[in-house]
């Protein structure tokens, strides 16, 4: 007979879990656009309503030599793009959507800061080098630390990321036009798993002892034991075990000391036989 082999499965996975606690669990946000864009250059881009969605209508920038830039700002927060606060940003993808007679170039920044390593050429747009719209999208990654093709994560922090700001821009001696439809951006984010709750053992009180028991140990060289303290021993009452119900019986026997009263005393030796 064939065995189930759903037990050594379960089994497995249960020894994962306990192997490794940490479970990270990845997502994907949606794409947004900006809200807000502006522009500058020896010849800025105009009809700047028009890079807020794809929809074909485009912001332009006429043929022209020297350099031009194109800003977008306004993509929204950690609520916005439904990521959580305790959650980590793992990449950054960027999708532009548009057409130019030269390869333009895409950054991110903090104020005067990049955020993305140098040189800015890493991120060129050469699709979109096209009579023809087109898109191109960069899957980014993330690090903690300065990293060559990676995005510092301080950029995307809860606390920053809504001051970060996306730049196409080009310069050159040659004439160059481009027409940008779209900038959307998304995140892959990470959220560890809860860790479970540590069970607080309940501390067990200690008894509090009212009276110090009377221990007696018979040595075997002989023994003697006496009252030191201050206070009295009150009585003690002998007790015997009765053979029948197995309990002690107390008798009308009892004993008292007070201090010096000699309890035990054993003068006899045990001999030993005598080695030869």
Not at 18 to 25: A, M, N, S, V
Not at 96 to 120: A, M
Not at 232 to 258: F, H, M, P
Request: glycine letters at 6%.
């Amino acid at each position: 007979m064939k065995q189930s082999i759903l037990p050594y499965i379960a089994g497995i996975f249960i020894l994962l879990v306990l192997l490794f606690p940490k479970i990270t669990i990845a997502e994907t946000t949606s794409f947004r656009s900006a809200n807000i864009i502006t522009t500058d250059g020896y010849v800025a881009y105009t009809n700047l309503n028009n890079c807020t969605q794809t929809d074909g209508a485009t912001c332009d920038r006429a043929l022209a030599n020297l350099y031009g830039n194109l800003y977008f700002q306004g993509f929204g927060g950690y609520d916005d793009f439904g990521i959580p606060q305790n959650a980590k940003i793992t990449r950054v993808k960027a999708r532009v959507t548009g057409k130019s007679n030269v390869g333009l170039y895409l950054g991110i920044f903090r104020g005067s800061s990049p955020c993305w390593t140098t040189p800015s050429d890493l991120m060129t747009l050469w699709y979109l080098v096209s009579s023809t719209i087109t898109s191109q999208t960069f899957n980014i990654p993330v690090a903690d630390v300065w990293q060559p093709g990676t995005i510092t994560s301080y950029c995307v922090h809860p606390s920053n990321i809504q001051s970060t700001f996306w730049r196409i821009n080009h310069s050159s001696s040659q004439q160059w036009f481009s027409n940008i439809d779209n900038l959307e951006v998304s995140f892959d984010y990470e959220i560890l798993s809860t860790p479970a709750p540590t069970l607080t053992p309940t501390s067990t009180p200690t008894p509090t002892i009212t009276k110090i028991p009377l221990i007696l140990i018979p040595g075997m060289m002989g023994s003697k034991f006496s009252v030191t303290g201050s206070g009295s021993i009150d009585s003690i009452r002998e007790e015997t075990l009765d053979s029948g119900t197995k309990n002690c019986v107390q008798s009308a026997d009892s004993w008292s000391y007070n201090q010096g009263d000699l309890v035990w005393i054993n003068e006899n030796i045990i001999s030993f036989p005598e080695t030869r």
